[in-house]
């Protein structure tokens, strides 16, 4: 008879940096979406409500629903699978709106203006992020309408659905961070604002990326 090894506990020290990263990182996805909304002043032209909903989008409602399942900070820890699922499809379907609205927004705003589209990298990219992230909110309504699932294990749905939503996160973190180098942003804030901006970009994905991963890797364990 094979006894399974039972996990080792990890030092204390391990799970209290998760935590306080985790932590940090709703501390920055809000304060970052705040600093953007102050800097763009959305409604004072087309061009201001591009990067104010795409921050909202990817920084905001797409970092939310996917920490909503951290086991160290989410902010419904103790709400059951079920109603975690719920928020996430609602945090899901905002960042997705606003990524379409924010694309509509410049590209009616260079349609205006008369210029060419999507010119640069992050135009390109852009442009890439809005269709996978439609396309995996499309992906995702068999694990809300399991009858669509016909032939597919929803357990393996899952695991589908979590690495591409890891991957479309990284292409709008990505994307966010070429808009930084964007005229209009390097333009507007000092030199140190800029890192920082940066820095705030590449930690919340580095939180994500971990979150993700550790899920993954444990229930592969787990069936194992």
Known sequence: ?????????????????????????????????????????????????????MTLAFSFFMTEAILLFSPEGSPIKSFSHKTKGGVHRLLQGLCASCAVLGFAAIFYNKHLSGKPHFTSWHGLLGLLTVCVVIAQSLAAMPLSYPSLA???????????????????????????????????????????????????????????????????????????
């Open 1 to 53: 008879m094979v006894h399974k090894k039972e996990p080792e506990s990890e030092p204390r020290l391990y799970g209290f940096t998760r935590t306080a990263s985790v932590v940090l990182t709703h501390l920055i996805c809000f304060g970052f979406a705040v600093f953007i909304s102050v800097l763009s002043r959305p409604g004072t032209s087309w061009f201001s409500w591009h990067p104010f909903l």
């Open 150 to 224: 016909k032939g597919w294990s929803l357990a393996k749905l899952k695991r589908y659905h979590a690495a591409s939503g890891l991957i479309t996160y990284l292409l709008g973190s990505a994307s966010m961070l070429l808009g930084l180098c964007s005229v209009w942003f390097a333009g507007a804030v000092r030199e140190y604002t800029w890192y920082l901006s940066a820095l705030c970009l590449v930690l919340s994905a580095l939180v994500i990326m971990n979150q993700v991963s550790r899920s993954y890797m444990a229930k592969k364990r787990f069936q194992s």
